[in-house]
């Protein structure tokens, strides 16, 4: 069993931390201590931390463990900071904003495409605003670009893998897909009501971020700095190694093809993801800026990024 967090504050448990053969990116430093970095069992979260899987990253002397979870659970788990690294709903972020701070790279985002509200037939935006729609958490970013959307629906949450489903069965008139359902709902004979990636980008020209990686506060700026370097490095050795990545991440798919699981990852690991860059920072404002107009969040946001 993992051990909780225990809310004691970062300490180096050693010094000299031993190196494994192949080729590194960056210097290594003296140190090890164990980092948990808790992500969704899907390819792209898969295909990004696979270098940590490898000895092709240098990792500064820490050692990372790789903690998978849906993503309301991390959500959820993020609120009692139980992880040192995380990826979290970008909504979730004003509720842990005080333990955790936004890294610069890892994150999901959408440039005209998202998640998705399907339904077994056509419906309205209007008809949309009346049916239960099944979600996958209220505090994913899905859940918040839907409030955003429509004015007011009724809903349920449900785990995010058993609501195309629900929806097929008729146990539910309409469901939001996150994840690899964003692409396979037409083997369920469903059918595409609203993209919110789509519609994000026409009201704003921006991209929809949508999950993100943070990182505790109380392991300091040094290690801050180090655990930001490896995992920039792990994803860039994913990109730079996309065949063995992929293959790896293909363990995540839950029954998807190569093909699904190439195109869901080209989607959310890009360039966006190794870098915000100031197209991507700028869209994690204006959402989070709306979502406080909305009063969707208990606290003023503040926006910081591990430098």
Known sequence: MRRPYSGAPYTPAGRGGSRVGGHRCGASVPRFVRIRVGHSPDPDDAFMFWGLTTDLVDTRGLEFEQVLADIQTLNQWARAARLEVTAISLAAYPFVQEDYALLPHGASIGAGYGPVVVARSPLSRAELSEVEIVVPGTMTTSYLALRLVLDGFRHRELPFDEIPEEVASGRAE??????????????????????????????????????????????????????????????????????????????????????????????????????????????????????????????????????
Request: charged share 25%.
């Open 174 to 307: 309409a469901g939001l897909l996150i994840h690899e359902g964003q692409l396979t709902f037409e083997d369920y004979g469903l059918v595409k009501v609203l993209d919110l990636g789509e519609w994000w980008l026409l009201e704003t020209g921006l991209p929809l971020p949508l999950g993100v990686n943070v990182a505790r506060r109380d392991l300091g700026d040094s290690a801050l700095g180090d655990v930001s370097d490896v995992l920039r490095d792990a994803i860039q050795c994913g990109l730079d190694n996309r065949s063995e990545a992929l293959e790896y991440a293909l363990q995540f798919g839950r029954g998807i093809d190569a093909a699904v699981a190439d195109r869901f990852v080209s989607m959310y690991v890009n360039e966006l993801t190794q870098d915000y860059g100031d197209e991507g920072r700028k869209a994690v404002t204006e959402l989070l800026r709306r979502g406080e107009t909305l009063g969707a969040f208990p606290s003023p946001v503040h926006i910081d990024f591990v430098s």
